[in-house]
């Protein structure tokens, strides 16, 4: 492995001792109660949260309980109110961690390079995915340990983007993590482990579901523009989302390809459309998928999703191979029917919370100098998702590299965006008319 660049001196020296060398506390008051803060030494990781909304606050929470020794200093987000609420749950939950004084939340467009400026060692990137190919760049040219949500781009130059991005971090000697949870939890490691080593020979077939129902949504106020409506309520918006295959239903693409070692198929066809929400508050996104992706020696992989009010759920993934299947559901029900049946078995010690546990291993690598790097399997799993959308909205069969290199730009360049700003809604894709590009 290369060198951190020397910038990271103090990076360096961080990772080489040990994180158990705990920083002494003194007392001050937080919501009226005595409260320990934890005292900064030169082994404190200095975390910055980019996006302060569900998930970059969970992020920012585990990120702190990560390692004795991991402070939060610095928070940005777009509207002031997302983040002082973010501020506020962070402190009820790990007080003495969380250190950002007012100079340190910044609110707007730029408030991320803000982040960026400031002294922290490792920043969460938990916008909505539309930023992230400018957010990653301009966190790894920072020097900056990184754990960035999926999905890592909406379109296919922003994954061309993150591809040169990770490699970047990579020379730099960056840990990049992402946001693919499910890879980090225990049933799933001890299952696809097996499957991988051929419990169920070769695999012929994955079935893969996100079927789920409606989600949130932010009734527009009086005063909030037509762009702030749109920023808030960003998963209608495939500018934005990437649409829910993207944005969600990638977690199961991303279980497909993981079982079948992560290699790339050859073609996908799809279907998809928007029949429950056809409203104009629910911008332009489809609200069902079904995807065939094609591999070598007819091996292939089939995607259900839907965000449906009122429709049966289901979030699982059915293996087969030429030996045996594997089912695994929701609820942690995890079987291998093979050369020997396994079934996981629900034990509390053996249980783990997969989104702690992503954070556990980012800065226990950190802390070792051997930086755990995810930059090709999420920008991989990402283009999966974009791929399926695009097979769907268009009605063609499509190539990975047809796919890869297609020009179509959903997201705007970072410097485009503005409260003013005027990015053109597509019209809601119709297959057959819809075209390639
Ligand atoms: N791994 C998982 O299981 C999981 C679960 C939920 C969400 N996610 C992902 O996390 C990301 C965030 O989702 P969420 O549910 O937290 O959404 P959210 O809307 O709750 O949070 C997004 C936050 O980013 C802020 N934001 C928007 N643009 C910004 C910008 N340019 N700079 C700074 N802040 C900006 C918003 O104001 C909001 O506070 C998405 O990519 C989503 O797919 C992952």
Known sequence: MKKPASSNSRREFVKKTSGALLASTISVNVFGKEVHKHRFNSDTLKVGLIGCGGRGTGAAL???????????TAMADIFPDRLEQ?????????????????????????????????????VILATPPSFRPGHLADSVAAGKHIFCEKPVAVDAPGIRSVLETAKKAKEKGLALMSGFCWRHDNPKIETYDRILD???????????????????YHEPKPEWSKVETTLRNWLYYNWLSGDHIVEQAVHSVDLMSWALG???????TATGGRQSRTEEQWGNVFDHFAVVYEYANGVKGYHFSRQQKG????????????????????????????????????????????????????????????????GI???????????????????????????????????PPLDDYSWDM???LKEVARPGITKFV
Request: charged share 25%; hydrophobic share 40%; net charge negative.
């Open 62 to 72: 585990q990120a702190t309980k990560a390692d004795p020794n991991v402070v939060l």
């Open 86 to 122: 973010s501020y506020q749950n962070l402190l009820k939950e790990n007080a003495s961690k969380i250190q950002v004084d007012k100079d340190h939340m910044f609110i707007g467009f730029d408030g991320y390079k803000k982040v960026l400026e400031s002294d922290v060692d490792v």
């Open 198 to 216: 051929g419990a169920i020979g070769d695999v012929l077939s994955i079935y893969n579901t996100y079927n789920t129902g409606a989600l949130w």
């Open 262 to 268: 992560d290699v790339l198929p050859l073609t996908a």
């Open 311 to 374: 429709c049966s759920r289901a979030y699982g993934i059915e293996i087969m191979g030429d030996k045996g299947r594997c089912d695994i559901h929701v609820g942690n029900k995890h079987k291998v029917i093979g050369k020997k049946d396994w079934s996981w078995e629900d034990k509390k010690e053996e249980r783990n919370n997969m989104y702690q546990s992503e954070h556990d291993t980012l800065f226990a690598s950190i802390r070792a100098g051997k930086p755990f790097f995810d």
């Open 377 to 411: 399997k999420m920008a991989n799993s990402t283009m999966l998702a974009i791929w399926g959308r695009m097979a769907a909205y268009t009605g063609q069969t499509i190539s990975w590299e047809e796919a890869l290199n297609s020009e179509e730009v959903l997201a």
């Open 422 to 424: 005027q990015w053109p």
